[in-house]
């Protein structure tokens, strides 16, 4: 934990001393309200990364702990409900604060997330143990390294890379067409969150990990093909499926009327329902020219323009 916590502490910083730059790479336009919306977003919350990554390693602790899932579950569910809690009605719609409302409350649940695992792990397992010159010489050039090198580049070029390259190319088409593609990207991790979970290191990864060290492996090619088929079936013959035959009645629950919500919509169409790569058929029009850096914002706002877009259509 000590080690994940130094580095999460130096990319924070290295982060958040470059989150200008780093927010206009994504398309933001030089001066654009939506620019300064994110920077500010980012100022608050980049520096609670060490928060998150002590809940994520305490929960891998726990878990290693004689398998108990329960309290990392409960770490987890803790942090979800500060934040559910805290974030619409409190924070954004309570006191007014909008965007930075939101980032206070995601900074809070992740308090909650560390404290909830860093508990038990005192309280019941005898806390963590201070690691020695000697042991970080031993450990952590070639059997830390080795391991957490693959999975650390792995992470990184996955979601974050792959998520920033399309919203960038996402801004092209205004604010509006990122708003509806964050829209989609808080549906799925609600949709197939759990069942990816349960076939990661979450959940499938110490069935793996305990019966590889038993040398069963006939129990390792067990679990993976199960858990492959099991994602197939669920992922594409159930939440996929459901989504594609609900995709207005979920459009409708989650944009308000006059929207440009067209692009949630237009999420699950065919590809061949897209024409060119500037203008789509009349069944996803493309969303206005008017983006958030063109609006004006009352003085003494907090960053209300993406709240403001969630309430009224755009002019």
């Known amino acids: 934990m000590l080690y994940g916590v130094g580095f999460g502490a130096l990319f924070a910083a290295l982060v958040w001393i470059n989150i ?35 809940g994520m390693v305490g929960g891998a602790i726990l878990r290693a702990h004689g398998g108990d899932a329960r309290r990392a ?11 559910a809690v805290l974030d619409p009605p409190i924070f954004i719609f309570g006191f007014g604060l909008e965007l930075t409302g939101a980032a206070m409350a995601s ?3 992740r308090v909650a997330i560390a404290f909830a695992a860093l508990y038990p792990i005192y309280r019941w397992y005898g806390g963590l143990e201070k690691p020695t010159a000697a042991e970080f010489r031993v450990d952590f050039p070639p059997a830390i390294m080795t391991i957490a090198l693959p999975a650390i580049l792995t992470q990184f070029a996955t979601p974050p890379l792959g998520q920033a390259y399309v919203t960038r190319s996402m801004a092209q088409f205004g604010a509006d067409a990122v708003a509806g ?20 290191g979450g959940a499938i990864g110490p069935i793996i990990g305990q019966n590889f060290g038993a040398d069963r492996h006939d129990r ?6 199960n858990g492959l088929v099991f994602t197939l079936v669920v992922t594409l013959g159930g939440v996929s499926a459901l989504l ?14 006059g929207s440009p919500a067209s692009w949630s919509t237009c999420s699950a ?3 061949w329902r897209w024409r060119g790569s500037s203008t789509v058929s009349s069944s996803c029009p493309m969303p206005p020219s008017t983006t958030w850096a063109t609006r004006s914002i009352p003085p003494g706002s907090t960053g209300g323009a ?4 969630a309430r009224s259509p755009p002019s």
């Open 220 to 225: 390792v090619r067990g679990a993976m093909r």
């Open 107 to 109: 900074v809070a649940s």
């Open 73 to 83: 579950m409960i770490a987890t569910i803790a942090a979800g409900v500060v934040n």
């Open 269 to 271: 169409a065919p590809p």
């Open 306 to 309: 993406a709240t403001r877009w």
């Open 181 to 200: 593609m964050a829209i989609i990207s808080r549906l799925v991790p609600v949709a197939f969150g759990g069942v990816i979970f349960a076939l990661s």
């Open 20 to 54: 200008p730059a780093l927010a206009a790479l994504m398309g933001g336009a030089e001066g654009g309200v939506t620019l300064d919306l994110a920077i500010q977003y980012l100022r608050i919350i980049i520096p609670s990364l060490p928060l998150l990554i002590i």
């Open 244 to 257: 594609f035959i609900a995709r207005d009645r979920l459009r409708i629950c989650l944009v308000p009327k």
